[in-house]
């Protein structure tokens, strides 16, 4: 079942539309970025944010291991403090500042006949 469009356009007003984030949609489903680092995906309209030490400090109680599909990697599944914007804001921002910065793309390769 893919998220419904009303599902990450609250996510994202809780958190602030109009900031450093943007949900892009993928397959159906939704990445959710915080500036240039994917932060949590919206598959199923749940919120799965990805898992960080700091993150998992700061859920305290309320952490909950979900995967956001068949063969994911596991993530902090968040539905009770979803309607809790600032808590929301604090999470990702704590999130994206313990993942690593993205990798470079690569410059694909220019093929064809001279």
């Known amino acids: 079942m893919a998220s419904e469009k009303s599902k990450v356009e609250f996510i994202l007003d809780q958190l602030g539309n109009g900031r450093e984030y943007r949900a892009i949609k993928m397959f159906g ?17 749940n919120l799965f944010v990805k898992i960080t030490d700091p993150g998992k400090i700061f859920v305290g109680k309320y952490y909950r291991e979900g995967t956001a599909y068949p063969g994911a990697k596991p993530s902090m599944l968040i539905d009770e403090k979803i309607e809790d914007g600032e808590w929301l804001q604090t999470l990702m921002e704590i999130t994206a500042e313990s993942l690593p910065e993205p990798k470079p793309k690569r410059k694909k390769a220019v093929t064809g006949i001279i």
Do not use: F, M, Q, T
Not at 29 to 45: M, W
């Open 29 to 45: 489903e939704y990445a959710l970025y915080y500036g240039d680092k994917v932060v949590a995906l919206i598959c199923d309209d």
